[in-house]
């Protein structure tokens, strides 16, 4: 009797005390998650302003982390304890640790960012955040499987260099959109996704790496621009977000860019391409319809809104948004 009551005690205690020994494993896990979080984000910022070339201090790091005192006390003491950062005159430096770490980190969430935008249907104003998210848990293995399974690409969808899994970054030349004069034709090879409201706004104008435009006009209010047969116009703060390569007469296109929303009922035509700008699984059901080069296509039926539209593609009947159907490039149009 008294060996079973010792028994019972002895399960009771086990089941109170285990849930606060689960707790105390999670609590430590956390926190050292968190700390790790913290390092990691620390020298992306660094890297990135030493990339820029711009000045940084620690009040500059525990400010952008938006971290408390003694938050970057403790984060401070980490990455010199790590050996992954120096201070010279009040100046932060990545020692060669430290910079091969960050680059490591970047090269993780531009192969995330690229995996979002061509595998996924994750909207283009969450690829960011989401690989910000995914960045802190990937391992040097995983990430290099990734990049395999991604065609090793150079850079992420909004036109920064991924770098390799030895630390290289890619280079291109670049000028900002607001040095460029009127009848300069360009491409876009950078769209700079932070601040996130001026990247939306970017986003909005559906303006994408690889995007050829034309400038039309140049001031103090504005940037006007002709890209894809449409007309933009951006002010100088959003345009200074976006970089360009100008381009030589053999590499620009003489196609003229007709968007298959321009279609009218019972006319046909076609397609050209489809914009780089469609990504993922919305650009695989397009090619899944037959919507590729060289296929003829026809608007067949139209909605009481007119949006959306049905075409003929193969002998099948399709209904595509405008939103889509603007994405879709065709020439040679005539009526059936």
Not at 6 to 15: F, K
Not at 40 to 66: F, M
Not at 266 to 282: D, F, M, N, P
Request: proline residues 4%.
């Amino acid at each position: 009797m008294l060996i079973g009551v010792i028994i019972a005690i002895v399960i009771i205690g086990a089941a109170i005390t285990a849930p606060r020994i689960g707790l105390r494993a999670m609590l430590i896990k956390r926190r050292t998650t968190n700390a790790k979080v913290r390092v990691e984000d620390a020298l992306k910022h660094i890297h990135d302003c030493e990339y820029h070339k711009r000045h940084i201090t620690w009040n500059d790091v525990v400010r952008t982390l938006g971290l408390s005192v003694s938050e970057g006390l403790d984060l401070s003491s980490t990455l010199r304890s790590m050996n992954l950062v120096t201070s010279e005159a009040g100046e932060l430096r990545l020692t060669d640790e430290g910079r091969m770490y960050a680059l490591r980190v970047i090269r993780v969430h531009r192969l995330w960012e690229r995996y979002l935008a061509d595998e996924t249907s994750v909207a283009e104003k969450d690829w960011h955040t989401e690989a910000e998210k995914r960045e802190h848990r990937l391992s040097t293995k995983d990430a290099d499987a990734l990049a395999a399974q991604l065609g090793n690409p150079q850079f992420d969808p909004h036109g920064d260099p991924i770098p390799t899994a030895n630390g290289e970054i890619p280079e291109q030349d670049a000028l900002s959109l607001v040095a460029l004069h009127p009848g300069d034709i360009a491409a876009i090879v950078h769209l700079e996704d932070e601040p996130a409201e001026i990247y939306a706004q970017l986003a909005a104008q559906r303006l994408y790496p690889g995007m050829q435009i034309q400038v039309v006009e140049v001031s103090d209010q504005r940037i006007r621009f002709e890209a894809e047969g449409e007309e933009c116009v951006l002010a100088p703060l959003f345009a200074e977000n976006v970089s360009v390569r100008l381009l030589s007469d053999a590499e620009r296109a003489t196609e003229p860019f007709i968007p298959l929303s321009s279609l009218k009922m019972g006319e046909e035509a076609t397609v050209v391409a489809i914009s780089r700008a469609c990504r993922g699984q919305q650009r695989r059901r397009l090619m899944d319809f037959g919507v590729v080069p060289g296929t003829r296509i026809r608007a067949s039926l139209q909605s009481l809104t007119g949006d959306p539209m049905a075409y003929e593609i193969r002998s099948a009947t399709v209904a595509l948004r405008k939103q889509h159907a603007d994405q879709v490039f065709i020439r040679d149009i005539h009526m059936t």
